[in-house]
């Protein structure tokens, strides 16, 4: 049935049967499954279903299955496999990871089962042991399942075959999106940096402060120097920058006033 040349997902699962301690219902179980007692296996949802015919006329029916993981883990499993190229690569081209248990172990998860008691199994034979070899059989014909579709092991942890590699072509997909490009600020110029394009506010109110607020009027006297005859030069001076003040003042205060009249 299985050989050493058999993929190593498919010697996993056989030295998962293999270590069970009760190895005579394996052998049984081997027999059944090669001299044909299956007759057919298939999926339902999650469940491996099987009729495998026993010592009765009427086949027995055997149930087979994982616990199965949650929608929000297998999110956090997915988006992990689409980070890395190699893992979507393999299982794109229907081979399953030789570290891919990390991925799950990642998350506290496991995709392979840790031992036969983690594989829940019910027979409707009247063998009290669990496994029984109807049971067995099944084991045994699962491991030529995992050959032939590696899925399979995926499929009994809740994510079928398409629906795994849809969900991991979106995801790699979406991370290999390029980043949008930022503009670049223009860069000020200097004989511009004081140019102000853009209207006043119209709802600007512009009061006009005394003298006494002014820079002028905070300096005081004009120390242009020590020389007395320059302190009438310096009066003037003085008074001719207040007169161009108050011009100044008065005429951006029509302008505002000419502004508002007009809304």
């Known amino acids: ?79 992990a496999l689409a980070t890395e190229a190699r893992w979507s690569a393999l299982l794109l081209a229907g081979e399953m990871p030789a570290d891919i248990e990390t991925v799950f172990a990642r998350n506290g998860l496991r995709l392979f089962p840790f031992s036969l008691s983690d594989v829940h199994s019910r027979c409707s034979c009247p063998d009290k042991a669990n496994p029984c070899k109807h049971v067995s059989a099944i084991y045994y014909l699962l491991g030529d399942r995992f050959s032939e579709d590696p899925f399979v092991l995926f499929q009994l942890r809740g994510r079928q075959r398409q629906q795994l590699l849809e969900e991991l072509r979106s995801r790699r997909q979406a991370s290999l999106q390029p980043t949008p490009e930022v503009s670049a600020a223009p860069v000020p110029q200097l004989q511009q940096f004081w140019d102000y394009a853009d209207p006043l506010d119209p709802e600007l109110v512009i009061i006009t402060p005394s003298l006494g607020d002014t820079v002028l009027g905070q300096l005081g006297s004009l120390p242009l120097a020590s020389d007395p005859r ?6 003037q001076l003085l008074v001719q920058l207040r007169q161009l003040y108050e011009d100044v003042a008065q005429s951006v205060f029509l302008e505002s006033m000419a502004s508002a009249g007009d809304r």
């Open 1 to 79: 049935m299985n050989t050493a040349s058999d993929p190593w997902w498919v010697q996993q699962w056989l030295d998962l049967i293999n270590a069970y301690r009760f190895k005579k219902r394996l052998e049984r179980g081997w027999r059944y499954a090669r001299e044909g007692h299956v007759l057919s296996i298939c999926f339902q949802g999650q469940k491996v279903e099987a009729k495998v015919q026993g010592t009765e006329a009427k086949p027995y029916r055997v149930s087979l299955w994982l616990d199965p993981i949650s929608e929000e883990d297998w999110g956090y499993v997915i988006s």
């Open 230 to 235: 320059l302190e009438t030069s310096a009066a």
